[in-house]
């Protein structure tokens, strides 16, 4: 199991620690260094400044999301990216839910998820390929345009910039069951929000056919420190957010995915905490439980044993969020 650097996106403005945490982890041996969006920074810029910092620490974003960018503008980030930092790049998408896609891209939420997802990659992919110009007659991706409203001028065109790998790898973040299936048959890997090494089974049936290479590269908070329970707080922090606030009442895929790994009545429960503007019950009614499966917290010794667990499972890469050098030093030194 490879280590990763998940570094998520900035808060109210760039976050001084950023580039020194990758320039330790590459030191340190960590094979990746990832970036995220949400409403605020981009993915592939900060990505690029990393790139120009490190040499050896393979670039990873987890994920940039689909509705910010047409699949041809996602694969021109992707193999320039590639290019400038010498065939590190990885490219995580991922399609985001109905509350970001409408409500900051001012687009349309695809009626049909797994088309929508399988037609970008589609796209990408022929890009990098550059076997012949880019064609699809897709339900949501149509190459040349051939709308009503469009001039009919439109013609196929192959990049001009010969990518550095065709191959380049591709990974999905994907929480519905049939989105992961999916996944397994289109991407080089899967990007799993929360992943709890003592419920795989969860996951089981959707993993079926992986194919060997296939990464499978979940994120966990990390952080060395004697008191569990306040280490567990920014997990728990996060999971009320993205529970409670990351989607509507009615459809939101992180409260569906914690209910599928047992946590149903928790779920609602945040949700409705969080609906009703009581942010902070919201965090606190977040199970410690929960939030210590999906995370590896506590002092040196107990998260030994517990990444022993995450070893022993399918997961490839574990990509840490982690808030000092201290704590990727020691999983480091565990990993080894």
């Known amino acids: 199991m490879r280590l990763g650097l998940a570094l998520g996106y900035w808060g109210r403005g760039p976050d001084p620690s950023h580039l020194a945490l990758a320039r330790e982890a590459e030191r340190l041996g960590y094979h990746s260094v990832w970036t995220a969006e949400a409403w605020g920074s981009d993915a592939f810029t900060a990505l690029t400044w990393i790139a120009a910092h490190t040499s050896r620490i393979r670039l990873g974003t987890a994920v940039a999301q689909m509705a910010a960018r047409t699949p041809t503008a996602t694969a021109m980030h992707a193999l320039t990216l590639d290019h400038l930092s010498d065939g590190r790049m990885m490219l995580g998408l991922g399609l985001s839910g109905p509350q970001v896609v409408e409500g900051w891209y001012g687009r349309p939420f695809p009626g049909s998820p797994l088309t929508a997802t399988r037609e970008y990659v589609d796209v990408i992919r022929q890009v990098l390929a550059r076997e012949r110009p880019v064609q699809l007659s897709g339900r949501f991706h149509t190459h040349p345009y051939a709308g009503d409203d469009g001039t009919g001028t439109g013609k196929p065109l192959k990049a001009i910039t010969h990518p550095l790998r065709a191959d380049l790898p591709l990974l999905l973040g994907a929480e519905g069951p049939k989105n992961i299936a999916q996944t397994t048959r289109i991407a080089d890997g ?37 008191d569990i329970a306040e280490g567990l707080l920014p997990v728990k922090a996060m999971l009320g957010f993205y529970i409670g606030g990351m989607g509507h009442a009615t459809r939101n895929f992180h409260a569906d995915l914690m209910a599928r790994m047992g946590y149903e009545a928790e779920a609602r429960r945040i949700q409705e905490l969080f609906l009703a503007g009581r942010k902070q019950e919201a965090v606190l009614a977040v199970p410690d439980a ?41 999983l480091a030194e565990l990993n080894s």
């Open 290 to 330: 929960f939030a210590d499966e999906i995370s590896l917290v506590g002092p040196r010794e107990r998260i030994a044993e517990r990444l022993e667990l995450w070893r022993k499972g399918p997961v490839t890469d574990l990509l840490v969020t982690a808030p000092d050098p201290d704590t990727l030093r020691v």
């Open 190 to 226: 899967w990007l799993p929000l929360y992943w709890s090494p003592l419920r795989t089974d969860v996951y089981a049936a959707s993993l079926a056919d992986v194919r060997d290479g296939f990464m499978i590269a979940p994120m966990a908070r990390a952080r060395v420190c004697d």
